[in-house]
């Protein structure tokens, strides 16, 4: 069984996730920056054909789904802050168990301890066959 988190480990993990989230809100900033440049309107009136069109609604689509990837790190990285302040940090929320300090490591922002993550992706995966 682990031990709970020492406030030593505790800061390191608050630093660990502040640097990131820092990280994140520049690079969102960035890409936001990048899409004001070049909005889909002026990369459609470039195009000259259907295929042309398809390919300037892929590259528009690609950006928003970094920025949304982005912003959902940014939403997991907050709850992780809340829950060190609120002394829930590095608790399983499943089993309540602790989460093993190698696991938050690799995962800052790990709500389950590795036993109850493997749970709830069999428990809650969408269908693994894919489908057209």
């Known amino acids: 069984m682990n031990q709970p988190l020492s406030s030593k480990q505790l800061n390191s993990f608050r630093d660990q996730l502040n640097a990131r989230l820092q990280e994140l809100l520049d690079e969102i900033r960035q890409e936001l920056h ?3 440049e070049q909005q889909f309107s002026e990369l459609a009136g470039r195009v000259h054909d ?3 069109e398809s ?3 892929l590259l528009v689509d ?3 789904t970094n ?9 997991d990285i907050e709850s992780a802050l ?4 609120t002394g829930e940090y590095g608790v399983c929320i499943d089993c309540a168990a ?5 696991r938050l490591e690799a995962y800052p922002t790990a709500r389950r301890c590795i036993i109850c993550q493997q749970r709830y992706e069999q428990t809650h995966a969408g269908n693994s066959n894919p489908r057209l």
Request: charged residues 35%.
């Open 50 to 52: 259907l295929e042309e």
């Open 82 to 85: 809340i829950r060190i302040d």
């Open 55 to 57: 390919v300037a609604d």
């Open 62 to 64: 690609l950006n928003l």
């Open 98 to 102: 602790p989460i093993n300090p190698e």
């Open 67 to 75: 920025i949304d990837r982005h912003v959902q790190e940014v939403r």
């Open 34 to 36: 990048n899409t004001d």
